[in-house]
C-alpha cells in the first residue's frame, strides 16, 4: 500500500467509526454494528498509516470494540465472523494491538451463546423470574448478569419487581409490529421488530440483509 492509500484507508476508517459513535449515542446499536462492520476493511490500513506516519501505538481498535461489546446481545454471530475474519487473514492487527483481540472474541461469542440461551427461553416462557432463567439456560450468575445489564440498557428486556425476586420478559418493543426497508433495494416488509434483529429475506429483491427498522408510528 501507498502512504496515500494508507492514508485513505484511515480517512474511511475514521469516518465509518464517527458514524458508528453516532449510532450508539442515539441508541441504535443495529445501526452502530453495521457501521463498525464497514469500517473492518481499513482497519489494516489505518494501523499502518498511523505506525508509521504519526508514531501512534494502538491500544485498542475501536470499532472492533464495538462489534464484541453489542454484536452478542443482538445474537448477531454475522458480525462477530466479520471481525474474526478480518484477525484471521490480517495477523498484524492483533498484533500490533494492546488488548488480546483473540480472547476477546472467544469472550463475544460466549457472550453470544448466553444471549441467545436467555433469548430462546424467554420467548417460549414469557415472564419469569431471575433464579428460573438462571437455572434453565444453565448460565453462571456473571454470564447472566451482563445479558440483563446489556439488553436493560439496549430496552430488549423488561423487569418487573414482585417482592422478593425480579421477573423479566422480552421488551415489549420487540413484538410491536413496524415498517422495516431494504438497504438494498428500498423494498419495504412489515413484522416484529425482533424479526429484524437478524438478516431477513427481502419480499422484492430476495437479498438476505439487515432492513432498517423505521420507527412503529410510520408503520400503523
Ligand atoms: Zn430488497
Same mark, same amino acid.
Given at each position: ?15 465509518f ?11 441504535d ?10 469500517s ?9 498509516f498511523e ?20 454484536? !452478542?446481545?443482538?445474537?448477531? *454471530?454475522? &458480525? +462477530?465472523?466479520? %471481525?474474526?475474519?478480518? /484477525?484471521k487473514?490480517?495477523? $498484524? ?26 433469548w ?36 430488549l ?6 417482592? !422478593?425476586?425480579?421477573?423479566? *420478559?422480552? &421488551? +415489549?418493543?420487540? %413484538?410491536?409490529?413496524? /415498517?422495516?426497508?431494504?438497504? $438494498? ?6 413484522g ?19 432492513f432498517?427498522v423505521?420507527?412503529p408510528?410510520?408503520?400503523?
Amino acid at each position: 500500500m501507498t502512504k496515500q492509500e494508507m492514508e485513505e484507508h484511515a480517512g474511511q476508517y475514521h469516518s465509518f467509526l464517527g458514524k458508528a459513535q453516532s449510532s450508539l449515542r442515539s441508541q441504535d446499536f443495529r445501526g452502530a454494528v453495521a457501521f463498525a462492520v464497514a469500517s473492518l476493511r481499513f482497519v489494516d490500513g489505518m494501523m499502518q498509516f498511523e505506525r508509521k506516519y504519526q508514531g501512534k501505538e494502538h491500544a485498542k481498535i475501536d470499532a472492533i470494540e464495538i462489534i464484541f461489546r453489542f454484536a !452478542p446481545y443482538l445474537l448477531d *454471530s454475522d &458480525s +462477530l465472523d466479520s %471481525a474474526a475474519e478480518l /484477525l484471521k487473514s490480517q495477523r $498484524r492487527i492483533a498484533k500490533n494491538t494492546g488488548t488480546d483481540l483473540s480472547s476477546a472474541l472467544d469472550e463475544a461469542r460466549a457472550n453470544l451463546w448466553s444471549a441467545y440461551r436467555v433469548w430462546d427461553f424467554l420467548e417460549n416462557r414469557g415472564e419469569c423470574d431471575e433464579a428460573t432463567i438462571r437455572r434453565h439456560t444453565g448460565l453462571e450468575p456473571d454470564a447472566w448478569d451482563r445479558v440483563r445489564t446489556k439488553w436493560e440498557v439496549m430496552r430488549l428486556l423488561r423487569r418487573r419487581e414482585n417482592h !422478593p425476586a425480579s421477573y423479566f *420478559s422480552l &421488551s +415489549l418493543q420487540m %413484538a410491536v409490529t413496524v /415498517l422495516a426497508k431494504c438497504p $438494498r433495494c428500498g423494498g419495504s416488509a412489515r413484522g416484529k421488530r425482533v424479526t429484524f434483529l437478524q438478516k431477513v429475506k427481502c419480499p422484492k429483491c430476495a437479498a438476505q440483509e439487515f432492513f432498517a427498522v423505521l420507527s412503529p408510528e410510520l408503520a400503523s
